[in-house]
């Protein structure tokens, strides 16, 4: 740890001090940095539901067309950790305008790209540009807010990265509907203008350090790049082409472990790393990033399993998925203040286990699915899931990164929002393949259950023949075939969907002890004026 506090010029030059009031000026420029962040975050999951308007839009495939959200991705989990170095060379100031400007400009480049390629550079880009807004609002927050309006900022914070996933697939759905998918990106253009603008006019709050670019590590950020890149893109496209069986995933696989090896080496032994791996040395923000691990693959998991069972058993739209999807981010955006509240007055660990433990009953009840599944059925447990996920990030936000000293905080938010991110990916690839998986096998066992042996399934076909027989003739007995084949597939996929539903609140349900590990941030300490 001590290597991250050799450098006093990278300390931070108009902070205030402990306790006092943060200036109108550094609180506008903060708030519009929030601004930035949720811009950011948004952009992962506004595509999500117009991946197959955009898809016609480029006359691409469904498998190219998957690359416009996986390049995104992969980018900006390569800067997240990256963005802490990037932080203490050019300032706080200087590296969110560049992001905020270079997300713009990229963010108009994908709205105005008439080929597959192109959209694909255009989002790795703005991903790239773009990630270090993420972590840099994170740090800012620590090192600008004390005391009790520290807990207020953390709340807003966890209320943005939790909320702009959420509301993603709405937004995207909407603007899609009435416009254009060109709008997905067009809107950012206007409101990134204004934030790059204020932020170089107001967070002048600390000073860059050139002299780290004269050591400046490229093996480990190549290493790194291909590291992080390499596992995301296994993590991604893994389950769609059966893992290690796929030449270019075993290839992408090797090389991510060559790379790793070469960046946890260099991270270990250099006095100066790309990323500073030794604040996992602190007990708190250890576990802190496990949890956002965790929370992560609820976060991203439920944003992307909910959305595919209305699609793809209920039919719907995208505006639809988006209008049933909502009430998560309105029980959040209520649930927020409560939060706000309590964690002034209550042990930030029994408002985590009461977060992740709420999570863990929410997925279970989701995990009822069935056919007929709608808004009457699921508000209630996605309500809960909303209250939750807030319960769970406001708190594990301050407890991981509140005892740290301040040295220390800004390579530590990327790898915190790292391993949120990391979460999200690993869910994903863990939920499309129970999914696939989960789904043969209840396949097979409807299938035993629906074989010619079975008097009432031999009834049930040629019911549905003799319902057919009028329209279709002798064609009935293979339309009723097929009609019954098609039910017991929906049926399958929805089985498979509750079993995945039931293996997240398992997760959540066994990382509540291990709030038992993580202790209380002192009481105007570093990160304690949480409560």
């Known amino acids: 740890m001590s290597a991250t506090t050799a450098n006093p010029a990278a300390a931070p030059a108009a902070l205030p001090a402990a306790g006092a009031a943060v200036s109108k000026r550094h609180f506008i420029g903060f708030m519009v940095m929030v601004l930035g962040m949720f811009m950011a975050i948004l952009d992962i999951q506004i595509v999500s539901a ?176 291909v590291f992080l890149g390499s596992m995301e893109y296994v993590m991604e496209e893994g389950p769609r082409w059966d893992w290690l069986d796929d030449p270019t995933i075993a290839a992408f696989a090797a090389a991510g472990a060559v790379a790793g090896v070469v960046f946890f080496w260099r991270a270990f032994t250099r006095r100066d790393p790309i990323v500073e791996l030794r604040a996992y040395g602190n007990a708190n923000f250890a576990f802190g990033s496990a949890f956002a691990f965790i929370v992560g693959i609820g976060l991203y998991g439920a944003v992307y399993l909910i959305p595919l069972f209305l699609g793809r058993i209920r039919g719907y739209n995208s505006l639809q998925i988006g209008e049933t999807m909502f009430i998560t981010g309105l029980a959040m955006f209520l649930a927020a203040p409560v939060v706000g509240r309590l964690s002034r007055v209550l042990d930030l660990r029994l408002l985590l286990a009461f977060g992740m433990a709420t999570t863990a009953v929410a997925m279970w009840m989701t ?55 990391l979460g999200g990916a690993v869910g994903l690839a863990l939920i499309n393949t129970l999914v696939i998986d989960r789904s043969a096998a209840h396949r097979l066992h409807l299938s035993e259950a629906t074989n010619w042996a079975r008097p009432g399934a031999i009834q049930s076909i040629d019911a549905i023949s003799g319902a057919l027989a009028n329209r279709l003739g002798d064609a009935a007995d293979h339309a009723a075939l097929a009609r019954v084949s098609g039910m017991i597939t929906q049926q399958a996929l929805i089985l498979a969907y509750n079993d995945v539903l039931v293996a997240i609140a398992c997760l959540f349900a066994l990382a509540v002890p291990l709030v038992l590990f993580v202790k209380a941030p002192r009481s105007g300490g570093g990160g304690g004026a949480a409560h």
Request: net charge neutral.
């Open 50 to 225: 117009s991946i197959s308007d955009i898809q016609a839009g480029l006359a691409a495939s469904p498998d190219e067309a998957s690359w416009v959200q996986t390049s995104y991705l992969i980018a900006e989990i390569v800067m997240i950790p990256l963005s802490g170095f990037l932080s203490r060379l050019l300032s706080t100031r200087v590296l969110f305008t560049i992001s905020a400007a270079g997300f713009t400009l990229f963010s108009l480049a994908c709205a105005t790209a008439t080929s597959l390629p192109v959209m694909i550079v255009a989002r790795a880009m703005q991903g790239f540009l773009g990630g270090a807004m993420i972590p840099t609002v994170f740090a800012t927050a620590f090192l600008l807010f004390q005391g009790p309006r520290r807990s207020s900022v953390s709340v807003l914070i966890g209320l943005t990265a939790t909320l702009a996933p959420t509301i993603g697939p709405t937004l995207g759905g909407l603007l899609t509907e009435t416009f254009s998918w060109h709008w997905l990106f067009l809107i950012n253009v206007p409101v990134g203008v204004l934030i790059a603008v204020v932020v170089w006019s107001t967070m002048d709050i600390d000073r860059g350090d050139p002299r780290l670019l004269g050591r400046f590590d490229w093996i480990g950020l190549a290493a790194m790049a």
């Open 367 to 421: 995990s009822e699915l069935t056919a007929q599944s709608a808004f009457g059925e699921l508000w209630l447990p996605l309500s809960l899931r909303g209250i939750g996920t807030m319960f769970a990030m406001v708190p594990v936000n301050q407890l991981a990164l509140g005892t740290l000293p301040p040295t220390m905080i800004k390579n530590a938010s990327g790898l915190y929002n790292l391993m949120r991110n």
